[in-house]
C-alpha cells in the first residue's frame, strides 16, 4: 500500500514528507494503523549520527499506538481490531537473553539498526524505489507500520492512544530506571538529571517506589517547574548547583540513586554524576551518546573506596510484554500521571516544527496525531 511517511536521507539533514510503499505482513507480521506517534529524542540520534544506521533513507519513529488491521500467519495472540502499542524493543521469549529474564536484551534487538525484517529478511518500507530503514523495525512516524509480533504488545481499548504510544519506549525506560535498574527503595534520596519524557517517568517511578527526597536537574526553566508539578522536592539548572543544594539537604551523604536521562551523554560529565551519589550508591545511565565516543571522566579510586556502582539501562531493564500493560493499568488507576506528560500534539507535517520545540525545551513529550486525511 502506499501512504507516507517521515524520512531522513542524510546526516543533518531535516525530516522529510514523502510518498511510501508498505508491503502486506508476512508470518508473524501485522499491519497497524497508528492513531498516535511518540517524538523522542533518540529518533533525533539518526540525524546527527549519534546512532548509526545500516544506510539511508530511514524511516522514523518508534513510539507508536494504534489498531491492528491485517494479520498475516503465525500471529496467535493478536486479532484484526486489536489496540496495541509498539514496543521499541522486541521480545521473543525464547532467545538466550529473554529465558534469563533479560527481556530487554532480547537477540531479536541485534538486527533493529539493520532494516531487514525479523520474520524473512526482506525489507517492508521502500521510497523513491529504494529499501527504507525503519526505526528499530517500526517507523511510526507513518500513519501505518507493519511489524513482528514480538514487537506489539495488546492493550486496553480503553486506554487514550496518545498516552498509550508513550509506554512503547519514553516512559517504560524512565520508569524502569528507577523501579528496576536504579531499585530505589523506600526511603532513598533521588536524583534525576534531565526533565524530558523519560526522566519525569523516571521521577514518577522514583515517587511510587517510596522515594525520600527526589532532586531535579535540568537547565530548562519550565522543565524544573514541571519537576516539582511531577512530585520534585526542588530542582537545579546544573549538576554544581545540585551538589551544593543536595548535600546541604542530606547533612552530605548525597543520592543514594542518581538517574541520567539526558538528551545526550557525554563522558566528560559522568564523573559529577558520580559525585551526586552516595557511597554505596547506585548512579544509572539512561542517557544515550555517541556509540563511538569512549573517552569517560570517572575517578577510579573514588569508584573503588566509595564502593558506587555505575549501571548501564536499556528500556528501564524491564519486559515489555508485562510491563507496558503494568504502566497503563497504574495509569488507570491514577497513579502514574500520563495525560500532563503530553505537552503537545502535532500532524506529522510538523514534525521538524516538534524537533524544535523538542530541543528547545518547550515539551516533556509531544506527540503526533494521524487523522484520516494522514491515510
Known amino acids: 500500500m502506499k501512504t507516507k511517511g517521515a524520512l531522513v536521507w542524510d546526516f543533518g539533514q531535516p525530516w522529510s514528507i ?23 529524542h533518540s529518533d533525533h540520534h539518526l540525524m546527527t549520527g549519534d546512532i548509526p544506521m545500516a544506510d539511508f533513507p530511514i524511516l522514523g519513529g518508534h ?14 495472540g493478536l486479532e484484526v481490531g486489536d489496540h496495541v502499542v509498539m514496543s521499541f524493543i522486541p521480545s521473543c521469549g525464547s532467545c538466550p537473553a529473554c529465558q534469563t529474564g533479560l527481556r530487554n536484551l532480547c537477540d531479536l534487538g541485534m538486527g533493529l539498526l539493520a532494516g531487514a525484517s525479523v520474520s524473512d529478511g526482506s525489507f517492508r518500507v521502500q521510497a523513491k524505489g529504494q529499501n527504507v530503514i525503519p526505526m528499530s523495525l517500526l517507523g511510526t512516524f507513518s500513519p501505518y507500520v507493519v511489524v513482528h509480533r514480538t514487537s506489539v504488545v495488546k492493550i486496553d481499548p480503553t486506554i487514550p492512544f496518545e498516552v498509550a504510544c508513550l509506554v512503547g519506549c519514553g516512559v517504560t525506560t524512565g520508569y524502569g530506571s528507577a523501579v528496576r535498574s536504579a531499585e530505589i527503595r523506600p526511603g532513598d534520596d533521588v536524583a534525576i538529571v534531565g526533565i524530558g519524557g523519560v526522566g519525569t517517568a523516571a521521577l514518577q517511578g522514583a515517587a ?6 527526589i532532586f531535579a536537574v535540568d537547565p530548562v526553566e519550565w522543565k ?5 508539578k511531577f512530585g520534585a522536592r526542588e530542582a537545579y ?10 548535600a546541604a539537604a542530606t547533612g552530605g551523604r548525597m543520592c543514594r540513586k542518581v538517574i541520567v536521562t539526558v538528551g545526550r551523554a557525554e563522558g566528560r560529565d559522568v564523573e559529577s554524576w558520580m559525585q551526586l551519589t552516595a557511597k554505596g550508591g547506585t548512579c544509572v545511565l539512561t542517557a544515550m551518546g555517541n556509540v563511538t565516543d569512549s573517552e569517560t571522566k ?13 549501571q548501564g539501562s536499556l528500556f528501564g531493564g524491564g519486559n515489555p510484554q508485562f510491563d ?39 515539551n516533556i513529550r509531544g506527540v503526533i496525531r494521524y487523522s484520516e486525511a494522514d491515510r
Open 208 to 213: 511510587i517506589a517510596g522515594a525520600r527526597r
Open 298 to 310: 570517572l575517578n577510579l579510586a573514588g569508584l573503588t573506596l566509595l564502593q558506587k556502582s555505575l
Open 224 to 228: 524544573r517547574e514541571q519537576a516539582l
Open 18 to 40: 514523502e510518498e511510501i510503499e508498505i508491503g502486506d505482513p508476512r508470518k508473524g507480521e501485522v499491519k497497524v494503523a497508528l492513531e498516535t506517534a511518540g517524538l523522542c
Open 324 to 362: 507496558i500493560p503494568e504502566l497503563l493499568t497504574l495509569y488507570q488507576l491514577g497513579q502514574l500521571n500520563l495525560d500532563d506528560m503530553v505537552t503537545r500534539e502535532y500532524r506529522l507535517e510538523q514534525i521538524n516544527d516538534a524537533y524544535r520545540d523538542m530541543l528547545e525545551g518547550r
Open 237 to 246: 539548572p546544573d549538576v554544581a548547583t545540585a551538589l551544593a543544594g543536595v
Open 63 to 76: 513510539e507508536g499506538a494504534g489498531v491492528i488491521v491485517e494479520a498475516g500467519p503465525d500471529t496467535e
